[in-house]
């Protein structure tokens, strides 16, 4: 499990903010064990991607822009339009 998440919970869902250049290995037991989406911005990477957990596989989405706060909108009308919220 990751230690230092920090949580954006203006809306929902809450959605988990990863430091940046946590591994995806890390993400991946992380989000399998607690089960609630992260934003993630890859090692190197210049845009942000979500990761969530469908129940049986993490799911990620890629380039959700480079701004965190247009990412975690990005994200959330991604999981809307997917149901998972």
Do not use: C
Request: glycine residues 10%; hydrophobic residues 40%.
């Amino acid at each position: 499990m990751l230690d230092d998440v920090e949580y954006d919970d203006s809306e929902p869902p809450a959605i988990g903010l990863v430091a940046d250049g946590v591994s995806w290995e890390d993400v991946h037991d992380h989000i399998k064990i607690a089960h609630n989406p992260l934003l993630v911005l890859p090692a190197g990477g210049a845009e942000y991607a979500g990761a969530y957990w469908t129940g049986t596989e993490m799911v990620v989405t890629q380039a959700l822009g480079p701004d965190q706060e247009q990412a975690l909108g990005e994200f959330r009308d991604y999981l809307r339009d997917r149901g998972e919220i």
